[in-house]
């Protein structure tokens, strides 16, 4: 699909959408909800519903790559024990991306706050593991498919906080420390965007030139976050995931329940 709103775009519009691009990485690196900052920007800058999950799946795909690799390098994930996640999530997101073409987002925008606000509150009165976790350790893989067909399929149709999501309902289901949950989240997060941006190529759903000046600097971000979060451990990542989640809970229901842009 041809990106009509490109020449109209305005030079300081442009790169206000970079500048949230960066951001976005940075907090998507550390507590996920990036998208949370950048499919707004984009409905603002006056881009369609559809164009505008694809071009965020463009750009979030360039972010959650790099952040994956960066956890991957520091050993904080092993793809051997995740295996069924990866293919569950792949799976999900295929069929969820699909669907975003037949139902509207607006029902679906709907039930976001209560969800990220959920996890919020469970971050909030939950104790982070004192203890660091056995990278060697078994991961009960029986649990794997139902968490990834859910979480792939929801960020396929729609997006926003599935790295968040990742976090909290990996710390829910096995014995990991904030920190290599939030590594799984990254990488998972990673293949649920790179499956649901081809589908999203496959129905011309993407403007191409945005998307990839976003994505670049989404991966700055990501970079920069990802290091951020490792240097600084669980009590780094935990007042800022809170936050995160919390505020975006706030944002959604201002939106979507109020009906303020």
Known sequence: ????????????IFAALLAVAFIAGFIDAI???GGLLT?????TAGLPPHLVLGTNKLCATFGSATASY???RRRLFDPRHWYRALLGTALGAMLGAALAHWLPASALNQILPVVVFGCG??????????TPSDPNQ???RQRQWPQS???GFYDGLIGPGTGAFWTVSTLLLYPLDLLRASGVGRSMNFVSNGVALAVFVASGNVAWALGLGMGLALMIGAYLGARTAI?????????????VVLVMSARLAWQHWLGVA
């Open 231 to 243: 240097h600084g451990g669980a009590k780094f990542i935990r007042p800022v995931f809170i936050l």
């Open 149 to 151: 067909l859910g979480l």
């Open 31 to 33: 507590a996920g909800g």
């Open 70 to 72: 960066t956890f991957y």
């Open 1 to 12: 699909m041809d990106f009509p709103f490109e020449l109209a775009f305005d030079s300081w």
């Open 39 to 43: 499919i707004p920007a984009l409905l």
């Open 121 to 130: 509150l469970y971050l909030l009165f939950s104790r982070t593991p004192k």
């Open 138 to 140: 078994i991961i009960p």
